[in-house]
């Protein structure tokens, strides 16, 4: 799954500022309503989110945290990323504040055909390099330009992948 498919330039936001993992929930409710009216949608966004984190802590480590909820309708998951201008307490194993807050919304009927892309997800969010230019992003338009390449960067083959592909010969090449 590339993070483009979850997220949209509407959906990212630079240099918010948040006092706390509550409000940085509301944001994201918020933001999941304008892009996907539903009755009582930005409290039911809220709330199964905040449930959610109940179950366990969404912190991943090194400032990154990944909440997760189930939508009661939609048909697609839904993406929010946001960089805070200054990170905030969230109770991570790590005991780090997160500055870099991923959450990604899953209509209910489709949450197993999602749940194996999670965790690589969380790999990709965890990669030093990626954080390093989210983190210096100055624009929403530059933290969608990041994600883009990033997508991009990891789909191409690697070395390893070229070295065991076959290379074809041409029907008339001699043998």
Known sequence: MKFTELLTPQTLRQGMISSSKKRVFESIARIVEEQLPME???????????NREKLGNSGL????AMPKGRLPQGTKPI???????????????????????FAVLIPENMCSDYALCLPKLADYLMDKSLCK???????????????????????????????????????????
């Not at 009582?40 to 905040?50: K, T």
């Not at 480590?61 to 990154?64: A, E, I, K, N, R």
């Not at 929010?80 to 997160?98: G, M, S, W």
């Open 61 to 64: 480590g090194g400032g990154v």
């Open 40 to 50: 009582n949608g930005e409290q039911y966004c809220f709330d199964c989110l905040f």
């Open 133 to 175: 230019q989210l983190r210096s992003a100055k624009s929403a338009d530059e933290i969608w330009k990041i994600f883009l390449h990033y997508d991009q960067c990891e789909n191409e083959p690697s070395e390893s992948d070229e070295e065991d592909t076959p290379i074809s010969m041409p029907d008339n090449a001699e043998e």
């Open 79 to 101: 993406g929010v990323f946001i960089q805070l201008e200054t990170p905030i307490e969230y109770d991570a194993a790590d005991k780090r504040d997160v500055d870099l807050i």
